[in-house]
Every structure is written in C-alpha cells, then in structure tokens.
C-alpha cells in the first residue's frame, strides 16, 4: 500500500514556550526539494529547521520519472537503493502517430554507469523515504502543521511570523531557503511575481490500478485512435500503477472533466476495455515560467517556487533537484567562513541558466504537442506526416526532450583536447573503477582527481587517482595520456588539465569559492 495516508506528526516547537536562538538554516517546504535540502545540508555540517503548513503526505503520483542524475543525488542524500528497488527501470520510449509506431529511442545505450536513465516512482515514495532519512539525522528539525504568515528581512537575516495549531511564535535565521511549491507563500510575502508563458490546453492527469502486460516504456501518442485529435501519454509505475495524460484542449472545464463519470469513459478507451480502478485525477493548465532572480537577500528560491514547466520532458523535480545541488554546497560554505555570500550569485546564474534551459525544452514540446491554428498546426502535421515515411524526420518530431543535467557555463581552465562529456560545467560522468563507481567516489568536499596519475595535494580537497579503464578513458582522457581534474562537492567539473601545476589547482579552488 503506498504511503498516501502517512500522517506528519505536529510537535509543539519551542518557540511557542519563549524566544529561540537565530538559525543558521530554515527551509520552507518539505517536499523533495526541500528535504533534499535539508539531507544535503545536514552532510555538509549544517543543522536546518524544516517547516510546513502540511500535516500529511499528498495523494497523487504528480512528479514520477527520476532521472539518472537525480539517482545519483539519491544516493548521496541516502536513498538511492531504495528508490531504484522500489521504482520502474525504463530507458525506451515509444512515439506513435495514431495507432503507427514513428519511432523509438534508448536513453541509456551505452555500458559503464552505475544508474539507469530513468525509473518511475510516484513522489509520495519519494517524500516518504526522505522523510525516514531526515527523521534519523539529529540536524534536521521538522516542523508540520507551521504556516508562515509573515516574513521581515534585515541585512544580516530574516525573521518569520509562524502560525501553529497552538498559537503563533517567531524564528529568525541568517538564511532562508524557500522550497515550498509553485503557490510559493514566501513569494508572495516579497511580493515577486513569475515571468513567462501559460499555455491554454487543459490535460488530464491520473493515476489508475490495472493488471495489463504493458512493458516499462515511455509511449506517447499524437492524435491517437482512442483519443481523436489530441495527444496522450502512458507510463508504468510502481504497484501496478499506470500514469495516463490526456490533452483536453483549451475549452474544457477542468470540475466537469474530473467527475468520474467523464473520466472513465475516456481511460477504458486508453486501456481497451481492461478493468482497472482509478486512484488519483487532476486537470492542469501547463506554465513554462520562473522568478527574474533566484536569489532575494537572505532568501533563496529552489524548486517550483523558483520556476516550473510542464511536465513532458521529466523536467520539474529533477530540476528541483539540481537547485539543491548548486546551492547547499555553497551555503554551507558560507556559513563555515570558506566562501564569500557573493558565491551565491553563481548558484542565481547557474540555475537561471537551467531553469531557461528546462523552460525552452519543455515550450518547444508543449507547443508541438498542442499547436496554435495557422502555421504551427500546419508544420505539426507536416512533420509528424513526413515523419511517418522519412527517418531523417523524426528527430523533428518533439514529444518531450528528456530530463538531461544543465552543462553550466563555467570559466574554468580547460584543456580543449579531452572529452567534451567531461568539460567544465558538466556532471562528472560515471565509469567503473575497480569494483566501485567513479560517482561514489566523489564526495562533499572539492576533488582533485588524477586520471593515470598521482593528483597533487591540495588542503581542504581530497585526492583521487583514477586507473584508466576503456570507460575512463573514453569518458576523461580521448587521446591524452593523463589529466587532473577539479570536481566540486556537487559532482560538477570545474577545471581540468593535461598539465599542471598546485598553484593553478589553488587558483580554480579559490575561483569556485568565489574568494578571487
């Protein structure tokens, strides 16, 4: 039985008994970004205080592919086995034009990774497992059943008006992370608004039981015969739970298509007849938009308070997820005295960057999927009917670009002749090393690694040499003989060498902590 009764406890904070010392750390949400977060922080030598207005867990799959990367913050944040057990490996995914099959992609074809592409886990898995790793830890406070109500920002922190079941008390903290969703309340208390597109088709969203054959595969269907006119998309989940999307158009009334006398009517056309029992439904209005800015003073946005887009293309909590990585390390750094607050400016660029990124990708899609009459439905039909006789078509045709990490745009010293998968900006990439993986190797603190050679010792860093394997190579080395490269505590390359000496390695280092 999925964890969607799982009540969160509320336990009296000790604010409502008198005042409470200022916290370095207090996040709003405890969703996955937001416990993500606070795992993170918590491994970093940071405590949190962890608040929510919630006092259970939500019902509903709502975000449901993980991708490789955020398997392998999962496993950092401890988690890792239990999702991937847990979850539906899938790396294939079938696109079709009607009942015609137009093509098929493998997300994963190549060998020498410890994660797959992708698995399906619906979130309330997600948060529930989280929730058991932070519960263990003694540096994560959680706090249910705490809304914030009012919200004062001073130069050198910020103060919360709390509201509780049994009365009202302050917190104040050095920093503020804002975790909590695209209704954001500390959006609204700065008084910030989204920038970007809301587009006009409604989709029905819903989850359903069902006994059925299918194989774990993404399958996505443009005008599909059960479905005239429109597009639908079917995955695999855990407990014989199958996801199914369904374009509805921009007219339909979002309380009338969530009665289940019109729901399913339309899900036994997607199953052909099969009995299932339906668990979860919602309509939704996709919206492809972000804050101008990440960062507020002592507030910081990560998450669907920061930004979100339309759910084709995986794009959203895995989002959330990168967020969590280019900022926690920072944070910590700051608060430990080894990094400047301006660092925090390079967590705004990056993750602007990535929010743009996953917003292009997921318009593009979004637009194909449902196109504008005139032009846009005229070169949508032209290239799914061009599509369907010509191979070279196919890529044309855009039924979600899937979740890839940001390759951010990093200044970093950089020898041009190595792998450009291993340039700087990029998510160091995995590769068998003796019996563990590259990944696992690779810690919260800053790494210099040698690649076929001894990496120089440099304070505060740890040093790792790599053994050159046909993956290492492929992947760190192409026709170089060795290199040394600058890994920082989120797995992102930030420098690499063919040659080099400590006080370049130094000069990088103090460029990521934002000290030059």
Known sequence: MPPVERMLEFVPPPGLDGPERRKGVVIIGAGPVGLAAAIELAGLGVPSVVLDLRESIAVGSRAICWSKRSIEIFDRLGIGDRAVEKGIIWKVGRTYHGHRELFSFDLLPEEGHKRPAFINLQQYYVEDYLLDRANGIDGIDLRFANRVVSLEQFPDFVKLGIETPEGNYDLEAKWLIACDGVRSTIRAQLGLEFEGEVFEDRFLISDIEMNADFPSERRFWFEPTFHGGQ???????????????????????????????????????????????????????FQCRRLERFVHGRVIFAGDSAHVVSPFGARGGNGGLQDVDSLCWRLAAILGGRARPSVLEDYNSERVHGADENISNSS?????????????RVLRDQVLSLASAAEYARPWVNSGRLSVPSVYQ?????????????????VAPDAPVGDEWL??????????VGVGCEPPAIPGTRA??????????????????????????????????TGCSGRQIRAAISNMWGMN
């Not at 855990?238 to 921009?250: E, W």
């Not at 593009?364 to 846009?376: I, L």
Request: with cysteine; charged share 30%.
């Open 464 to 497: 790792l040499n790599v053994q050159i394997n046909d993956f290492v190579r492929e992947r760190y080395l192409g026709s170089e003989r060795d290199a040394v490269y600058l890994v920082r505590p989120d797995q992102v390359i930030a420098a690499r060498w």
């Open 364 to 376: 593009r899609t979004t637009r194909f999927m449902s196109p504008r009459d005139g032009w846009e």
């Open 439 to 448: 990944i696992d190797r690779l810690g919260r603190v800053p790494c210099v």
């Open 231 to 285: 597009s639908a998309l079917l995955h695999k989940q855990p407990d014989n739970i199958y996801r199914i999307d369904l374009q509805l158009g921009p007219d339909a009334d979002p309380a009338r298509e969530r009665l289940p006398e019109n729901v399913m009517p339309r899900i036994s056309k997607v199953v052909d007849g099969r009995d299932y029992r339906l668990e979860w439904v919602s309509v939704y209005t």
């Open 410 to 426: 990093i200044s970093g010293p950089d020898s041009l002749q190595l792998p450009n998968v291993s340039c700087p900006g990029s």
